[in-house]
C-alpha cells in the first residue's frame, strides 16, 4: 500500500526499505548502478597497484542492492518505475 502511493508520488517523506535490482535491471544499468552506500572494503577487493594504505577499509561505492537504506520518497519511486524492487524494513514515514 506505502510503496504503491511513492509510485504514484502521493506521499512524500523518507522510507527505511531494503532495494533490490532484478537481473533485468543490472543488464541495463551496468554503467550506471544506481544507488550509492557505505561499505567496508577488504585487500581482496581491489585490484593488486590499487591496494595501498591500510584494509579494511570504508568506501562510498555504488552497489545494485542495499538493505535497511534510507530514501526519500522521490527517489524511491523514481528507482521502482526503473524496475528496482522495494521492501519496507520500517512501516513508517518520516
Excluded: W
Excluded at 504503491?4 to 527505511?16: A, C, N
Excluded at 557505505?38 to 590499487?50: L, Q, Y
Excluded at 591496494?51 to 520518497?73: C, D, Q, S, Y
Aim: charged residues 25%; aromatic residues 10%; glycine residues 6%.
Amino acid at each position: 500500500m506505502i510503496l504503491e502511493s511513492v509510485f504514484e508520488s502521493e506521499v512524500f517523506g523518507m522510507l527505511s526499505v531494503d532495494i533490490t535490482s532484478p537481473d533485468e535491471v543490472v543488464k541495463k544499468l551496468q554503467v550506471f548502478t544506481p544507488i550509492f552506500k557505505k561499505i567496508e572494503v577488504e585487500a581482496e577487493m581491489v585490484n593488486e597497484k590499487m591496494r595501498n594504505g591500510k584494509f579494511p577499509r570504508e568506501a562510498n561505492t555504488m552497489v545494485f542492492h542495499a538493505e535497511k537504506i534510507l530514501l526519500t520518497t522521490n527517489l524511491l519511486g523514481f528507482f521502482l518505475k526503473f524496475g528496482l524492487k522495494g521492501e519496507l524494513t520500517q512501516n513508517i514515514i518520516y
